[in-house]
């Protein structure tokens, strides 16, 4: 395996249902982020992970938590959703230090809440 | 805060034909500038990307210079191909500080080439 994997492609669910979405990385990079692609509008950085601990949170709802246990794995958990919650939730990581450092991208994962 | 405006889409094109898609940008400082893209069914890939005023980057025939004076960093292709066809986005990320990946991302244009 090579650069980021997530997992499940596809996922249906209904608004009480729990899940996880899952994010592995294999660059050795040092952070790691959630970002939210939803139709026709701007992608949205929900979580940004450095060294494992929690830098930011973009006032996403509780709803969603994230959880970081280590450096090379990211995990979304996903409880009592909304339909406006679908979208394609992307993964990313980045090796941080100065300069322009590039965020390498997850194919993501489709959630549709019924 | 910062911003990023594409140009509105879809932009449907034969192949072999010059592409511009335009990116302007809201900023304080020198952002670093990117060019992601995104082909169907998967995620966002760099293209390309410029770290200060007046640098070019280029990739897989894709050029966009980095415009101080304009905001601006448009991206282009002499000729295009079928596969090229993908959402395209423009991206900055602030200058300075501790802002990890913190890229804030234009709305995407959707590119199609036709044979």
């Known amino acids: 395996e090579t650069g980021v994997t997530q997992t499940p492609r596809h996922l249906v669910m209904g608004m009480t249902n729990k899940k996880s979405l899952k994010c592995e990385q294999h660059l050795g990079h040092n952070a790691m982020y959630w970002y939210k692609q939803s139709a026709k509008k701007p992608l949205e950085l929900m979580f940004v992970y450095s060294l494992e601990e929690r830098v930011e949170n973009n006032s996403v709802p509780s709803r969603f938590s994230p959880e970081c246990p280590n450096s090379s794995h990211l995990f979304l958990h996903l409880h009592t959703l909304q339909p406006e919650d679908s979208a394609l939730y992307l993964c990313?990581?980045?090796?941080?230090?100065?300069?322009?450092?590039?965020?390498?991208f997850g194919a993501g994962s489709r959630l549709t809440v019924l | 805060g910062d911003s990023v405006t594409q140009m509105e889409g879809p932009v449907t094109l034969s192949e072999e034909a010059f592409l511009t898609i335009n990116c302007t940008y809201t900023?304080?400082?020198?952002?670093?500038l990117f060019w992601y893209v995104q082909y169907p069914g998967e995620g966002l890939q760099l293209l390309l990307k410029a770290t200060k005023a007046d640098d070019k980057g280029s990739n897989k025939g894709f050029e966009a210079t980095y415009r101080k004076e304009t905001t601006s960093f448009h991206l282009e292709k002499g000729s295009v191909q079928v596969s090229d066809s993908a959402v395209y986005f423009c991206a900055l990320r602030s200058a300075g500080g501790t802002s990890y990946g913190k890229l804030t991302f234009g709305q995407g244009t959707i590119l199609t080439v036709h044979p």
């Open positions: 900023a304080t400082g020198y952002p670093s």
């Open positions: 990313a990581s980045s090796q941080e230090s100065s300069g322009a450092n590039v965020l390498t």
